[in-house]
């Protein structure tokens, strides 16, 4: 909800479809995604439920190879990397994705590139050999609990 609040903040048109609080079969919820005709969709990871991403966003990515597939959440932020290489998505919004995501909306719809964000990690190329992918650059890691 706050990431969606967010991008209407910014201007953008927002739909959410929540399959934790009404689960759909595969096929049922790729159909809802594509009848809404979104440029970007995002999905959140959790352990629990990545292979349920990973089948919607490669279904998705089947039928609608133009829409931009975002990952982020728990397993986005602490593997992804991993979620890249496991998944057609084209970019992971790493940590608190408020900011990040709408600024890859805005450069989505302005067809420019986004820099400078260390939240994001976007591959150039899809090479499951190469981690992390070419200019990703690490955010620094936040101190430990023993450091406060």
Do not use: N, W
Not at 14 to 42: F, H, K, M, S, W
């Amino acid at each position: 909800m706050y990431l969606a609040s967010a991008l209407k903040q910014a201007g953008h048109e927002v739909g959410i479809l929540d399959l934790y609080a009404r689960p759909l079969p595969e096929d049922r919820a790729l159909q809802t995604i594509r009848d809404r005709a979104p440029a970007l969709v995002g999905f959140a990871t959790y352990p629990g439920s990545i292979d349920q991403v990973y089948a919607l966003a490669r279904g998705l990515r089947a039928r609608e190879p133009g829409v931009r597939i975002v990952l982020g959440g728990l397993y986005a932020s602490y593997l992804p990397e991993v979620c890249l290489a496991q998944c057609p998505a084209d970019a992971v919004v790493m940590g608190e994705g408020e900011a990040t995501l709408v600024a890859l909306a805005a450069a989505l719809e302005s067809r420019a590139e986004l820099s400078g964000s260390t939240d994001l990690l976007a591959p150039r190329r899809r090479d499951p050999g190469a981690h992390p992918p070419p200019g990703h650059r690490r955010r620094p890691r936040r101190p430990g609990l023993a450091g406060l």
